[in-house]
């Protein structure tokens, strides 16, 4: 069994943690595995976007359909009205749901300004620019029928009409840079809500009495911008290398190429062959002593570089009094993104803040790590470096 006095920090003693804390640093791997996933702020984003999207659309329909005269009594226009009042304000909010999140989540270098101003984003500058102009009109629409009785009705009917080009924009925004755009089912979704405005358009239309030209000229505006918008897909979106072409910042594609190497490899469920160097940042947790005097140093760490994933650093020992710990056990685990196994193991060298530890996962690989951890004693940050050397 290795040894060796780990030491946090320089005349540091040991942070007491709560029984709750204490619990949480025997998790072990499977708390790993499960934090290594796509976070929840990513999914949101997808979803209030596509959810905005379909929103949207239902409000342009219902406002389109409302200019229309009923005769019907089942359905009065008053209700088609109100109805799409109520729309926009949820599918409003579920924008903002959708931009909060989307900055939130730090995945892509998109911030606040980003979403406010369009084509300014490092990250595809275009299509991002389309959802923040979206944004902004679907903003003027908000404070403009808050200050409806002070604007006059013809400034905020004017404002009302220009925020249904929101719906046109919002459209080539989750197509163009949607993260799900490349899917079967966004571009059924996406095509499917350009069929029904289309069809709305054109039964408004036909109930038109202005002038036939001008009529006939709308109408095949509206069967075309379809059918050149499909035409626009397929040679976009659709096609290999969109990301690139769309602006997506290097460091991302290379991020997302690394994965998609890991993921080749997922049948031999292991790191590819070679060494790798990474950066590290995270957290630590030091537990109270047990009964038996045991204390716990509980460090999970982000792990980004060529190999990028999760790690989770469990030390156990009696506490010195230097404010270190002298190891008695050790486990480790690495969820590397890509690989279908978590590469387990111990600490084999303990020196100060350099930890080195052998690793093998499901499939009999090995990874080699070696630690070279610093963490701020005041908020028990961790950042660092890890070399590591993965074998067949």
Not at 71 to 89: D, I, Q
Not at 213 to 223: C, K, N, Q, S
């Amino acid at each position: 069994m290795a040894r060796g006095t780990w030491t946090p920090g320089s005349a540091r003693a040991l942070r007491r943690a709560d029984e709750h804390r204490f619990r949480l640093a025997g998790g072990g791997v499977s708390s790993l595995v499960a934090a290594s996933g796509p976070t929840a702020l990513w999914y949101l984003t997808r979803a209030t976007g596509v959810v905005a999207l379909l929103l949207l659309t239902a409000a342009v329909v219902l406002g389109v359909l409302s200019s229309i005269r009923w005769r019907r009594e089942r359905l009065p226009r008053f209700v088609v009205g109100g109805l799409h009042r109520n729309v926009t304000l949820l599918a409003i909010a579920l924008v903002v749901v959708h931009v909060v999140t989307t900055v939130a989540d730090g995945y892509a270098p998109v911030g606040l300004k980003d979403a406010l101003i369009p084509f300014l984003s490092p990250y595809r500058p275009v299509w991002l620019g389309l959802g923040a102009v979206a944004f902004d009109l679907l903003l003027a629409l908000v404070v403009t029928s808050l200050l409806r009785a002070r604007l006059g009705y013809r400034m905020w009917r004017a404002v009302h009409w220009l925020a249904y080009a929101s719906w046109p924009v919002a459209l080539l925004h989750s197509l163009g840079t949607g993260s799900d755009a490349r899917f079967g089912w966004m571009a059924f979704v996406g095509f499917a809500c350009l069929a029904l405005v289309a069809v709305s358009v054109l039964v408004r239309l036909g109930r038109s009495s202005a002038m036939p030209a001008p009529r006939i000229a709308a109408a095949a505006l509206t069967v075309v911008v379809p059918l050149v918008l499909f035409l626009w897909y397929q040679g976009g979106p659709q096609r290999r290398g969109w990301a690139a072409r769309a602006g997506t910042p290097g460091t991302l594609l290379r991020r997302a190429s690394a994965g998609s190497s890991a993921t080749s490899l997922a049948s031999a469920r292991s790191l590819p062959s070679g060494s790798f160097d990474a950066r590290l940042a995270g957290h630590a947790t030091n537990s109270a002593p047990r009964s038996d005097g045991l204390v716990t140093v509980d460090i999970v760490a982000h792990v980004q570089g060529r190999v990028h994933g999760k790690l989770r650093l469990m030390l156990w020992g009696v506490s010195t009094q230097s404010g270190g710990v002298a190891m008695t056990a050790s486990d480790v685990a690495f969820a590397a993104a890509g690989t279908s196994s978590v590469y387990t193991g111990r600490v084999v060298s303990l020196d100060g803040n350099r930890v080195a530890a052998q690793l093998t996962n499901a499939a009999g690989a090995r990874a080699d790590l070696t630690l070279d951890l610093r963490i701020d004693n005041a908020t028990d940050a961790v950042s660092g470096a890890l070399h590591g050397t993965a074998a067949q």
